[in-house]
């Protein structure tokens, strides 16, 4: 059974840089992909890529290409999320989600990460 | 890319009754759908994926088919404890969320 726990909550001024962790645990790590979701306030779900912590391999939807970046450490089983050039647009919670079966089926959710962004 | 249409964005029922969810996918994206079900202040669940595949564990008056690039999502008895925003993904290509459909009770 695989665990994903993040971080927790984020206060960050406009133009900073986030990073959210989520660590991982009860399968092997390398095993399945591990995609990054978020959520506005009141809003729908946004996917911003994925991450293969084999290899680190990844892919960003177009919207974040220029300001995510996605890792992974394997000796401790995390997975990060950067996200820079902050605005209050990016105020939401950051999901990781485990895809243990298929590539880009995520059945395993972490609990979210409350980034707000704030003057 | 893949623009995926979800309506009704809100709907109530009452207890017992059938609800029907659909997504528009902007092209073909073949049975590369799932659905899942968000309950406020939770991570989203995973319902159905591959168009019609029930997740283990999920209780199986939900349900899920395609016709073309219409994907259709079914409760077939709406119960008290199915009050929660669900979303249709695509992952044919880079994936991408439907805007989501928020069930009330009657």
């Known amino acids: 059974q695989v665990h994903l726990v993040q971080s927790g909550a984020e206060l960050k001024k406009p133009g900073a840089s986030v990073k959210v962790s989520c660590k991982a645990s009860?399968?092997?790590?390398?095993?399945?992909?591990v995609h990054w979701v978020r959520q506005a306030p009141g809003q729908g779900l946004e996917w911003m890529g994925l991450?293969?912590?084999?290899?680190?391999?990844?892919s960003y939807a177009q919207k974040f290409q220029d300001r995510v970046t996605m890792t992974s450490n394997t000796s401790t089983t995390t997975l990060y999320l950067e996200l820079t050039n902050l605005s209050s647009e990016d105020t939401a919670v950051y999901y990781c989600a485990g895809a243990l079966r298929y590539p880009d089926v995520c059945d395993v959710w972490g609990q979210g990460t409350l980034v707000t962004v704030s003057s | 890319d893949i623009q995926m249409t979800q309506s009704p964005s809100s709907l109530s029922a009452s207890v017992g009754d059938r609800v029907t969810i659909t997504c528009q996918a902007s092209q073909d994206i073949m049975n590369y759908l799932s659905w899942y079900q968000q309950k406020p202040g939770k991570a989203p669940k995973l319902l159905i994926y591959?168009?019609?595949k029930l997740e283990i564990g999920v209780p199986s008056r939900f349900s899920g088919s395609r016709s073309g690039t219409l994907f259709t999502f079914l409760i077939s008895s709406l119960q008290p404890e199915d009050i929660a925003t669900y979303y249709c993904?695509?992952?044919?290509?880079?994936?991408?969320f439907g805007g989501g459909t928020k069930v009330e009770i009657k």
């Open positions: 009860g399968s092997n790590f390398t095993t399945y992909y």
């Open positions: 991450i293969n912590p084999s290899g680190g391999g990844t």
């Open positions: 993904q695509q992952y044919e290509r880079l994936p991408s």
């Open positions: 591959d168009a019609s």
